[in-house]
């Protein structure tokens, strides 16, 4: 069983950064893709970014060019590097292991002046 726990969410000015963070707990992290997805309010959970276990990733349009997914596979940690953020942005973030299904409690990002 996987646990994974998000952190690095805030209240961020239009135009800045943030870093959110996914911390897991399990021996299989290394092997398996993680995700990135979004939930705004009102609104489905959306997919906002993938990386496989050996470095590939994939990006919604949204936030392509804009937000950066690495991994760090001796930390057992997933990031979410975003920059250039919008009021659209705005939502719970959640991160997600593939290889078991399992989700995180999400973290919550406000992009507002």
């Known amino acids: 069983q996987v646990q994974l726990v998000e952190s690095g969410g805030g209240l961020v000015q239009p135009g800045g950064s943030l870093r959110l963070s996914c911390a897991a707990s399990?021996?299989?992290?290394?092997?398996?893709?993680m995700g990135w997805y979004r939930q705004a309010p009102r609104k489905q959970r959306e997919f906002v970014a993938v990386?496989?276990?050996?470095?590939?990733?994939n990006y919604a349009n949204s936030v392509k060019g804009r937000f950066t997914i690495s991994r760090d596979n001796a930390k057992n940690t997933v990031y979410l590097q975003m920059n250039s953020l919008k009021p659209e942005d705005t939502a719970v973030y959640y991160c997600?292991?593939?290889?078991?299904?399992?989700w995180g409690q999400g973290t919550q990002v406000t992009v507002s002046s």
């Open positions: 997600s292991h593939y290889g078991t299904g399992a």
């Open positions: 399990g021996s299989i992290f290394s092997r398996n893709p």
């Open positions: 990386i496989t276990n050996d470095g590939i990733t």
